[in-house]
């Protein structure tokens, strides 16, 4: 379900018709155009506002730009609904930016958002004209997660795209590298304070009033030009018939002052208009409909917000239809404060009122906020319930967070529903032992034998999952599946993925396999294709572990096909990086690798960003590069500690630091981090949990009795589990540990056997050079010679000099570029493919050219493979 997107905060506001024009601050904005960011930062009450739409509607003359405006307020927290209202605000200046963004949005489970930045960025990049982001009142934002996605956009933006940024305080941007690079320009209070003759002007054109020029100096200074300071007084000379007197007695701070005038300015209104202001400042914005339901006698809201508009009583319009308005922010807080103070007043009367019109009307994060603030318990409750289930499709976690961590402990925890949800949102960010408390209290009063049961199982199984507690993740998921509907296709494709993983860490191979083809069919037909696509990498990787290296592969390459620039489509580049790393094709192993590990960064899955350290480690031993591959093993073993992860990821993490020792010939690193194994492990990308390390290292020792035990007892439970990989690996380990040569011989040709049609190498290779002289013997016995030939030149094969680096890197979006120009595709191709404009591919094309030295095609080519990069 897609979110509801309020119209009124995304158009560019009105201009007052007595706005005093101000050409010396909006003359510095000319020269936009060679800023990233324009910043108009002031207290309130300076204008701020009102000055991006003076700009902005002098553009219109000027040469063709397009403007996203975007009003922000606290509900903009949630980084998800952020998002949202960014992409939003674009389309409604350009609608051809973000139609792929759009689509990933409204999927089952939206990618994270730097995912979505990045393609929003690629559509902007394809825009001619020149673009200006405007975000209105950004001082409400107060979560990191999203001041990191504007300092991601800012990072990125294509040279056409300006951001403008109308806040009370400095944003937490990267300010002063802009300012050192001359990429920012300020607007700040000393240049939004009225001039005198402003003052003047303000007082004459705004408000019709006449004043001597003594009386215009000393008011101007005793406001000291603060705009809304002047507008009160205005307001208050209107009815003041000695303003000179007025004036000489006028003084003060602005909060003073401010308080002063608001309380004069409310107290001038009739009173019919003064409980008007006080029922309606509840409201964020309002229109005549809205304002109407706050009153039990009819009122006609229409004519007064017209008389405040046209009266100037700050009250702002939203449309150019005068059909919504918002109050100035100050005018709001005085109206909040008088109406606490106001006993008449039930106020939590007037928000049920709001809540019920905003519910009836189709705004329902609206009426959920007026319902928590009357402290409406029982009708919160409903109308969360009924938004939850959308809120968590579409990430919307803080949201859900935030309106259930109003609710009092006692209405939380006695619905179970409510209940499930929050232990959703604590999951989903990491609070498992709060989420389990609360499902353990949902479990205890949720109906038996109910569908409602199955999906509090279903979270149960995703924490046990989490803590990589296989068994009680099968138990878990097995019970929620068969309370769940069977034609609950979307939640039954999370279960099931779980369950799929549990079997196979538990060698169930086709137990995993049976349930993983269900999660497929279930994640196609509800639209999961997170699920989806998981699933058809899990079932690559049983494919693999079967033996079926082909097989494998057309799992992974259907899944990265399927999943264009979704983060889980990682995962199948992960796989199929090891598994081209197998085949020994190292050029095309690293590139995926690498891929998968940006999109494992971008999506925030540690588990598989360690498993391309892992994997990129072995690589970079086989090339040749020892220090290298050390730097990248320790990336992975201090990402591991930096997050909780199961056992066995540290476990393959210290077999990988074994096994590239041994290669190194560092055996006392090698027991160093043998010790540190508590459970069975490998440097297998695809057998993690296979304990053979200690059987390299007892072989790398030379003690080859120790070896071969170990070794008979691995080959008789990996052949139970027919782990057909696995009994390779083994069987090419005993060819080096048995005690007669005849007994190598037999174990090596098993191997060989068992390897040959599905072209396994590195399994042979990384085993080291003491496997060459059996080689040969079976190579001059005739026995597969050509297989044989190309396992001992992976052997033989000379290890190159690590590769010159480039003086400026290429970006991520540039290395994707040139890895599809090596392919062989032309401009239009790798257009269609990426979702670019043929133009920002060839803008792409020659920023390679200049960070390569390359003139040609050819030439880029040639570079990138001498320095590495593909």
Not at 277 to 299: P, V, Y
Not at 408 to 413: F, G, Q, V, W, Y
Request: net charge negative; charged share 20%; with cysteine.
């Amino acid at each position: 379900m897609a979110m509801s997107i309020l119209a009124t905060k995304l158009g560019i506001p009105p201009m007052r018709t007595d706005l005093v024009p101000r050409p010396r601050v909006t003359g510095r904005l000319r020269d936009e155009r060679a800023r990233q960011l324009i910043l108009i930062c002031a207290p309130a009450g300076f204008g701020k506002t009102t000055l991006a739409i003076e700009w902005l509607h002098q553009k219109d003359a000027s040469p063709p730009s397009q403007v996203a405006w975007l009003t922000l307020d606290q509900e903009d927290n949630d980084p998800v609904r952020f998002v949202a209202y960014l992409l939003a605000a674009l389309q409604n200046a350009n609608p051809a930016i973000g139609t792929t963004v759009q689509a990933m949005m409204q999927s089952p489970q939206p990618p994270p958002s730097q995912v979505l930045l990045t393609a929003l960025i690629n559509d902007i990049a394809a825009v001619p004209k020149d673009l200006f982001l405007v975000l209105d009142d950004y001082h409400f934002i107060h979560t990191l997660a999203i001041h990191q996605q504007l300092a991601f956009l800012l990072d990125h933006q294509p040279s056409q795209m300006h951001l403008v940024v109308v806040s009370r305080e400095d944003p937490p941007l990267p300010l002063a590298r802009l300012r050192a690079r001359g990429q920012i320009l300020e607007i700040r209070q000393n240049d939004l304070q009225f001039t005198e003759d402003e003052t003047a002007d303000l007082m004459r054109r705004g408000m019709k009033i006449e004043l001597s020029r003594e009386d215009v100096a000393a008011l101007h200074q005793r406001t000291e030009g603060w705009i809304a300071g002047l507008q009160l007084a205005c307001l208050f000379l209107r009815n003041h018939l000695d303003a000179h007197q007025f004036i000489e007695s006028f003084t003060g701070s602005n909060r003073f002052v401010l308080d002063y005038l608001l309380e004069e300015v409310f107290g001038q209104q009739p009173a019919e208009v003064r409980e008007f202001l006080l029922k309606t400042s509840i409201l964020q914005r309002m229109c005549a409909e809205l304002c109407d339901s706050l009153f039990s006698t009819n009122r006609d809201s229409q004519r007064v917000l017209e008389r405040l508009e046209h009266i100037n009583l700050f009250v702002v319009p939203l449309d150019n239809e005068r059909r919504w308005y918002r109050y100035h922010r100050l005018f709001a807080d005085l109206l909040h404060h008088r109406l606490r103070l106001d006993s008449a007043s039930d106020v939590a009367q007037l928000h049920q009122r709001a809540s019920a019109w905003y519910a009836a009307n189709g705004f329902p994060v609206d009426a959920i906020h007026h319902a928590l603030a009357a402290s409406d318990w029982e009708r919160a409750s409903t109308l969360v319930l009924g938004e939850c289930e959308s809120l968590l499709r579409r990430g919307e976690i803080v949201t859900i967070l935030r309106w259930l961590q109003v609710l009092p402990e006692d209405i939380l925890r006695g619905n179970p529903e409510l209940c499930l949800y929050y232990s959703w949102a604590l999951l989903l960010t990491g609070q498992l032992d709060a989420a389990e408390s609360h499902l353990k209290q949902a479990e205890t009063i949720a109906p038996p034998t109910t569908s409602l049961l199955g999906s509090i199982y279903a979270a149960q199984a995703q924490i046990a999952r989490t803590r990589g507690d296989d068994q009680r993740t099968i138990e878990l998921s097995t019970n929620a599946l068969t309370l769940m509907p069977v034609d609950a296709f979307s939640e039954r494709s999370v279960v099931t993925l779980n369950l799929g993983i549990a079997y196979l860490n538990q060698r169930q191979l086709a137990d995993a396999e049976q349930v993983l083809i269900e999660t497929e069919r279930a994640g196609r037909i509800s639209g999961n294709h997170y699920a989806q696509l998981i699933a058809l990498t899990f079932l690559g990787i049983i494919q693999v572990v079967l033996g079926k290296l082909h097989h494998g592969k057309e799992f992974f390459e259907q899944a990265i096909q399927s999943g264009g620039d979704s983060p889980a489509v990682a995962l199948a580049h992960l796989h199929y990086g090891a598994l081209l790393y197998e085949w020994n094709d190292l050029a095309l192993a690293a590139a995926h690798l690498q891929r998968g590990l940006e999109m494992s960064q971008r999506g925030g899955n540690p588990e598989v960003q360690i498993g391309a350290y892992r994997t990129l480690a072995l690589l970079k031993q086989v090339q040749g590069d020892a220090p290298a591959a050390r730097a990248t093993l320790d990336e992975a073993h201090q990402f591991a500690r930096a997050h909780k992860l199961p056992a066995i990821m540290s476990a393959a993490i210290a077999a990988n630091y074994v096994q590239i020792a041994i290669a190194q010939n560092d055996l006392a690193t090698a027991i160093h981090w043998i010790e540190q194994i508590t459970q069975p492990a490998d440097a297998s990308p695809f057998y993690p949990n296979l304990g053979l390390t200690r059987a390299r290292l007892l072989i790398a020792q030379k003690q080859y009795f120790a070896a071969s035990a170990e070794l008979a007892n691995c080959f008789e439970s990996v052949s139970d589990a027919c782990w057909e990989g696995g009994l390779i690996t083994i069987r090419v380990l005993q060819s080096l540990a048995a005690d007669t040569k005849l007994a190598r011989l037999e174990f090596l040709i098993d191997a060989l056997k068992r390897a040959q049609s599905e072209g396994y190498i590195r399994t042979f290779a990384d085993a080291g050079e003491g496997l060459l002289p059996l080689l040969e013997d079976v190579a001059l016995q005739g026995m597969q010679p050509e297989y044989v030939g190309k396992i001992i030149a992976a052997i033989k094969h000379k290890p190159i000099t690590p590769a010159p680096s480039l003086i400026e890197p290429l970006s991520e979006r540039e290395l994707e570029v040139l890895r599809l120009v090596a392919a062989g595709l032309s401009n239009l191709q790798i257009a269609k493919k990426l979702i670019l404009s043929e133009g920002t591919v060839k803008t792409h094309v020659h920023n390679i050219y200049g960070k390569l030295d390359a003139q040609n095609r050819a030439q880029a080519i040639a570079r990138a493979r001498e320095v590495g990069i593909i």
